[in-house]
């Protein structure tokens, strides 16, 4: 047994152990820490990230949690990562991803990521919410980089399709049935935590890239690396179009943030129940 499968299974059996759920779960939610739509579902138990051995939470500055949840109606039950493990917070790449491969190991096979994202893309807006379809890795690195399990994936797996174009145009149809703007866009995964210059903006525009985030990547290559299915939302909570860039305060991209969680929390939660 490779030592990333040995640490996969001992968060797994943590996770098992201390389940209040009995049954198959083949669905999980990962988001940022606390959004507001957390408030529509069914909150089971709580579990601290720092409780689960050994990866999640290694450091003091990891304040997520692992959510036991179900729908309001409780006909589906789920997970939720509540906060990512975010590459600049000094984690390396494989630990950012772990707990993806842990929720391959519990049986999950579809994952739904909400982001919070600036963007770069100037039709966009504030406060809108995102439809990633691809994204382009700009971190300067991967979780797939050294020794490769064969029992969670191949070697080179194949990243031509990392956000499920069937299940992508199955949600962004049900969005555009009920009405609900949103933007389809290309992902670009750098490292932050700072914020961007007005060159570096006007750079990231021309690689392609609709919109901005650090947390995304990571993820997505180990779900498609485990055969897990993906989508992926983000809420747009700063504007970082070249020659309009304007400091704003944390108060003010929460705001927006939240702005987008309300109109999109709705939609969220009817995607939720239609996961087979």
């Given at each position: 047994?490779t030592e990333?499968k040995?640490?996969?299974?001992?968060?797994?059996?943590?996770?098992k152990?201390n389940?209040?759920?009995?049954?198959k779960?083949?669905?999980?939610?990962?988001?940022?820490?606390?959004?507001s739509?957390?408030?529509?579902?069914?909150?089971?138990?709580?579990?601290k990230?720092?409780d689960?051995?050994?990866?999640?939470?290694?450091?003091?500055?990891?304040?997520?949690?692992?959510?036991?949840?179900?729908?309001?109606?409780?006909?589906?039950?789920?997970?939720?990562?509540?906060?990512?493990?975010n590459?600049?917070?000094?984690?390396?790449?494989?630990?950012?991803?772990?707990p993806?491969?842990?929720l391959?190991?519990?049986?999950?096979?579809?994952i739904?990521?909400?982001e919070?994202?600036?963007y770069?893309?100037p039709?966009?807006?504030?406060?809108?919410?995102a439809a990633?379809?691809?994204?382009?890795?700009?971190?300067g690195?991967?979780?797939?980089?050294?020794e490769?399990?064969?029992?969670?994936?191949?070697r080179?797996p194949?990243?031509?399709d990392?956000?499920?174009a069937?299940?992508?145009?199955?949600?962004?149809?049900?969005?555009?049935?009920?009405k609900?703007?949103?933007?389809?866009s290309?992902y670009?995964g750098?490292t932050?935590p700072?914020?961007?210059?007005?060159a570096e903006?006007?750079?990231?525009?021309?690689?392609?890239?609709?919109?901005?985030?650090?947390?995304l990547?990571?993820?997505?290559?180990?779900?498609?690396h485990?055969?897990?299915?993906?989508?992926?939302?983000?809420?747009?909570?700063?504007?970082?179009?070249?020659?309009r860039l304007?400091e704003?305060?944390?108060?003010?991209?929460?705001?927006n943030?939240?702005?987008?969680e309300?109109?999109?929390?709705?939609?969220?939660?009817?995607?939720?129940?239609?996961?087979?």
């Open positions: 047994m990333q040995e640490l996969i299974q001992r968060s797994a059996n943590y996770i152990q389940s209040p759920f009995t049954g779960v083949n669905f999980a939610l990962i988001t940022y820490r606390d959004p739509f957390l408030k529509d579902y069914k909150i089971i138990k709580r579990v990230y720092s689960i051995p050994p990866v999640f939470g290694a450091d003091a500055d990891s304040s997520g949690e692992f959510i036991y949840a179900s729908t309001k109606d409780g006909k589906k039950k789920f997970y939720i990562l509540n906060g990512h493990i590459f600049y917070n000094g984690y390396r790449m494989r630990e950012a991803a772990h993806v491969y842990v391959n190991e519990l049986g999950v096979k579809n739904i990521v909400i919070e994202a600036g770069l893309n039709r966009f807006s504030i406060g809108g919410v990633i379809y691809d994204h382009i890795n700009f971190m690195d991967n979780p797939l980089i050294g490769n399990d064969s029992t969670i994936g191949t080179f194949d990243m031509s990392p956000y499920d069937k299940w992508y145009e199955s949600i962004t149809a049900m969005l555009r049935e009920r609900f703007r949103f933007y389809p290309v670009l750098i932050g700072e914020t961007e210059t007005e903006c006007r750079f990231y525009r021309d690689t392609g890239s609709d919109i901005l985030g650090y947390s990547v990571p993820e997505n290559m180990a779900m498609v485990a055969g897990i299915k993906c989508a992926a939302f983000a809420m747009l909570s700063r504007e970082l179009v070249a020659d304007v704003i305060t944390d108060a003010e991209k929460r705001a943030r939240q702005k987008a309300k109109s999109f929390a709705p939609l969220l939660a009817e995607l939720i129940a239609s996961v087979k």
